[in-house]
């Protein structure tokens, strides 16, 4: 059995609103750094992708770092447990065949949070997308290869 320290606080309060925007936020289980193989990244892209493309999220921008995903998106025509369970089971499965291993692979839970209104999508855009920068993979944030956003 897992260790899942404090992850029913990351349920608390968690609601799914249609059209509104969220920020989330998926770990890799004990943050191996599985996505530094090019590869493997995609293979999550495409889960990513396919939730775009089925009309449970409109995808506004993602980076995936060594070890965990930043995504922000719309939500649509799902709730934010179901497009985070199929996101994670479907990219699990993937990976873990590509891997040829098996068991876990993301942390239990994620963490989200509800983009207000009032705030900027593309200020919150940004600052996703500079992650590797701040986390010093890259120079420039073209230089990294797994990140896109609907405005940039």
């Known amino acids: 059995m897992l260790h899942k320290p404090n992850s029913h606080l990351l349920r608390r309060g968690r609601y799914s609103e249609p059209g509104r925007a969220y920020l989330v936020t998926a770990v890799v289980y004990q943050r191996r750094p599985v996505f530094a193989d090019l590869y493997l990244g995609r293979l999550l892209v495409a889960e990513l992708k396919r939730a775009h493309d089925l009309g449970l ?10 070890d965990h995903l930043h995504w922000l998106f719309e939500l649509r025509d799902a709730t934010l447990p179901e497009v985070m369970k199929r996101v994670k089971s479907c990219s699990t ?3 873990n065949r590509a891997r040829r291993t ?19 999508l593309i200020k919150a855009a940004r600052y996703i997308i500079a992650n590797p920068l701040r986390a010093g993979l890259v120079e420039h944030v ?5 990140w896109d956003a609907a405005w940039l």
């Open 57 to 66: 999220v409109n995808s506004l921008a993602w980076v995936i770092m060594p």
């Open 93 to 95: 499965l993937a990976i």
């Open 102 to 120: 098996h068991g876990a692979f993301w942390q239990y839970g994620y963490h989200d949070r509800a983009v207000r209104a009032d705030e900027d």
């Open 142 to 146: 073209g230089d990294y290869s797994l």
